[in-house]
């Protein structure tokens, strides 16, 4: 069965614009969940989505924003950007149990000039 | 705060030797503890997932143990291979939020 599938898989944007990267999840999972990996912080959890609603949130500002569809796929907006939101952003799916499985798609490398 | 440290940062071996890494961590309450491959330029591999009750979980050459009590977690790779050249990543889930804390992790690079 096909993976969890990210687009774009690069993307450069200028500082102050915003960006939407889109996650389509393994087909039957419910659960989408994003982060940031940037070589000085490591990996970070933004936040989670189950069933359109959001059940988790990382300690991100609000800049960072993300939904849901009934058809399970998410979309991650990050606004006013800033130079340090370079970073390869990775989403997860699952079928939504606590301690389920994740499967991660192979990410979008955003950079910031 | 929640923390998870991981060790070595780095380490070399030679194809075919053992080796072993760890992973320690403040997070409570406890969820679960995973351990994750990522090779570059890709998304992690769930390696095992491990609760609290579990104290060894193996996934062919690779078996994790966890002891709650001292809040530790190893990693141990038998018989490497090139392909097992990659960042082996610790991720512990609080109880009751169920948000994942993420160690830096290993980067392991197996030679000829």
């Known amino acids: 069965k096909a993976g969890v599938t990210q687009t774009p898989r690069y993307l450069i944007k200028t500082r102050g614009q915003q960006v939407t990267l889109s996650c389509s999840p393994i087909?039957?999972?419910?659960?989408v969940s994003w982060y940031q990996q940037t070589p000085g912080q490591g990996l970070q959890f933004l936040f989670e989505?189950?069933?359109?609603?959001?059940?988790n949130k990382g300690n991100f500002p609000g800049r960072f924003s993300g939904r849901q569809f009934s058809n399970s796929r998410s979309e991650m907006n990050v606004s006013t950007l800033e130079l340090g939101d370079s970073a390869l952003y990775l989403c997860?799916?699952?079928?939504?149990?606590?301690?389920?499985?994740?499967?991660f798609g192979s990410g979008t490398r955003l950079t910031v000039v | 705060k929640n923390q998870v440290e991981q060790s070595p940062q780095s380490l070399i071996i030679l194809e075919g030797k053992n080796c072993t890494l760890q992973?320690?961590?403040?997070?409570?309450?406890?969820?679960?503890l995973r351990w994750y491959k990522q090779d570059t330029g890709r998304g992690p591999v769930s390696l095992t997932i491990m609760t609290f009750s579990e104290n060894t979980k193996s996934n062919g050459r690779y078996t994790a143990t966890l002891d709650a009590d001292t809040k530790q977690s190893s990693l141990h790779i038998t018989a490497s291979q090139l392909s097992d050249s990659a960042s082996y990543i610790c991720v512990v889930s609080s109880g009751g939020s169920y948000i994942p804390t993420f160690g830096r992790g290993t980067s392991l690079i197996v030679h000829p």
């Open positions: 992973c320690n961590y403040t997070v409570s309450p406890f969820s679960n």
């Open positions: 997860a799916s699952s079928l939504g149990e606590r301690v389920g499985g994740y499967t």
């Open positions: 087909s039957g999972h419910r659960s």
């Open positions: 989505y189950f069933s359109e609603t959001q059940r």
